[in-house]
């Protein structure tokens, strides 16, 4: 994966990850004082690590279209899987008081593999298969 992440990317992220607490907290001003409970907070170190290497794959992502290694549908294609993981991983730590669970953590990163997998494979950085007997190495996956 990618370690450079742009502004833009890392804005993206931010947002996707403070609207939920804004909202969280704007909900909190219309209860009681006693009834108030603090916002979710999505520090966790699964949480952490995972919005960090959605991050690292979207930019991975910006970098290849740029480089017109893959096009322009292709990059929005990968785009959208990963900002689906990015949500699904803020609505199962919104559910479980920031955290998430070791199963789902370890499904959201397989899903995201898939991701960098297909976007290595578009590039053609993949990991090849095939010893070339029979005409070529193909990419995995």
């Known amino acids: 994966m990618r370690a450079s992440i742009s502004l833009k990317t890392a804005t993206l992220a931010a947002a996707l990850v403070a609207a939920p607490l804004a909202g969280a907290h704007a ?3 219309h209860k ?18 995972l919005i960090e290497q959605i991050r690292g794959v979207d930019q991975g992502i910006t970098d ?3 480089a017109n290694n893959i096009s322009a549908s292709e990059a929005q294609q990968l785009h959208k899987r990963a ?3 990015s949500q699904a991983a803020e609505h199962v ?3 479980d008081h920031g955290r998430i669970p070791s199963a789902q953590y370890h499904e959201l990163l397989r899903r995201l593999d898939n991701v960098d997998q297909r976007l290595m494979n578009d590039t053609g950085s993949g990991f090849m298969m095939g010893d070339g007997s029979d005409g070529g190495n193909y990419p995995n996956g």
Do not use: K, N, Q
């Not at 004082?33 to 949480?47: K, N, Y």
């Open 27 to 29: 909900a909190g001003h």
């Open 64 to 66: 290849a279209r740029e």
């Open 32 to 49: 009681g004082a006693l009834d108030a409970s603090d916002p979710t907070d999505f520090t966790g170190p699964r949480v952490t690590s």
């Open 83 to 85: 900002a689906r993981i």
């Open 93 to 95: 730590a919104a559910s």
